[in-house]
């Protein structure tokens, strides 16, 4: 599996489980929903300051994120 997507995918879950939508975390972010749907599809890829982000947002560890030690 292309890891942009795998990466999505850890995203997704971690969103979800904290009960937010896309649209919530995107403006946490200050973007569209739109654009932050192409993140959790794997379109595009995160940069370190939306990893760092989404790591404080979802209370979740870069390690849990990129799937390591899973």
Same mark, same amino acid.
């Given at each position: 599996?292309?890891?942009?997507?795998? #990466?999505?995918?850890?995203?997704? %879950? %971690?969103?979800?489980?904290?009960?937010?939508?896309?649209?919530?975390? %995107?403006?946490?972010?200050?973007?569209?929903?739109?654009?932050?749907?192409?993140?959790?599809?794997?379109?595009?890829?995160?940069?370190?300051?939306? #990893?760092?982000?989404?790591?404080?947002?979802?209370? #979740?560890?870069?390690?849990?994120?990129?799937? #390591?030690?899973?």
């Amino acid at each position: 599996m292309e890891y942009a997507k795998f #990466i999505g995918e850890n995203l997704k %879950a %971690a969103r979800k489980g904290k009960g937010l939508t896309q649209k919530q975390v %995107a403006q946490q972010l200050f973007m569209t929903q739109q654009q932050y749907s192409r993140f959790e599809n794997g379109v595009y890829e995160l940069n370190y300051g939306q #990893i760092r982000k989404l790591c404080e947002l979802l209370e #979740i560890t870069p390690n849990e994120l990129f799937g #390591i030690g899973n």
